[in-house]
């Protein structure tokens, strides 16, 4: 597979005399190259717009009018995605991809009419009167990538359990995760129960579970997992102020992250939190499972109860008494993404009430970010709340930005 861009000239050249034209030789691996080409099953797909939308914004930052993403079989080159070129496929021997799959090396073309290789190819000559070209070999023989382990066709696809009792929830997050090249829905269940039976046949990369469900609750399903074996689980609840401390329950069993669903309109959400979904799938798909340890057993903290906590004016010092100066000149700012809240759990419940103010911001959606903080604060020395506009930061205090938003911290003075 190759990325292309290339630069079209506005006018064709003006000569008539023959030009030369060196079509692209056969590597010596042609056979295997092909043969791994083949197990990438992307030849003749439809176009995807997982690819386009790279396509583009890869032509948008580079600031070329034509890039291609370009796959080069036994006598075509066939375009997977392309921008500023109006064809999928040409033959093989006018094509600048079969010259970097012979020399194995990017190719660069400052002036196609002045490279004998190329002056006289009918992509020069002829539209879309390519000028300058440039391109990089992504994937060889064995369908491995040159600099970085390849995504989509290339990769072992992540095997996916979907356990939600609505059928309704199955059918729609089947049909986002499905459309991923990258992702397998193996199936799809009402509750733990059945999921643990199709489990025994074969055990999924990723679970996406439901919290609130009949015979055994999502929690208890989690716990089990992690117990018997380790296993991503992303949770996709409900967006609700009530389920958001049972949400957090199965977060410190060792759930990954969280996704949220509305109760209604689901349909609409297929459409706006598919890209959400699959990146936390994906994401999940790469998580270190060797540290998906719940914080005991049972889900609960392994910490001794907090002490109890020292008032602001305490910790701070009183005014004018220099202590606000000395401690918030100090302040520790945390950003943490996927899988990060048993992460953050572990660094705050082992700080002093003493340390510098701490600011947070933690990828999770709305109105959990408050049960979460406050069900850190339950645990922790320090003093963790939820990020109020125009709060003073404190030592002792850790401020976690609302969830789905950004935080901004300001100084004033001595004090932020």
Known sequence: MTLTRAVPCSLPSSKTAALPMVAPQMPADEAQRLAALQRLALLDTPATESFDRITRLAAKALGVPMLLVSLVDADRQWFKSCVGLDATQTSRDVSFCGHVVFERRTLVVPDAARDPRFAGNPLVTGPPYVRAYLERRRLGASGGNHERRPVGGGMKKINVLIVDDSAVVRQVLSEQLAADPSISVMGAVSDPIFAMARMKLQWPDVIVL???????????????????????????????????????????????????????????????????????????????????????ARGESVHKAAAPKLTADVVAGPPGGGAMTKTTERIVAIGTSTGGTQALERVLTGLPRGCPGIVVVQHMPEQFTAAFAARLDGLCQVNVTEAVNGERLLPGHVIIAPGGKHLMLRRSGAYY
């Open 210 to 296: 439901d919290v609130e469900m009949p015979r055994m609750d999502g929690v208890n399903f989690l716990r089990k997992i992690m117990e018997e074996r380790p296993t991503p689980v992303v949770i996709c609840s409900t967006l609700t102020e009530k389920g958001a401390a049972t949400t957090l329950d199965a977060l410190a069993a060792g759930a990954v992250c969280i996704v949220t669903k509305p109760k209604l309109g689901l349909k609409r959400f297929m459409e706006d939190a598919s890209a959400d979904l699959i990146a936390a799938v994906k994401a999940a798909g790469h998580v270190n499972v060797a540290r998906l340890k719940p914080s005991t």
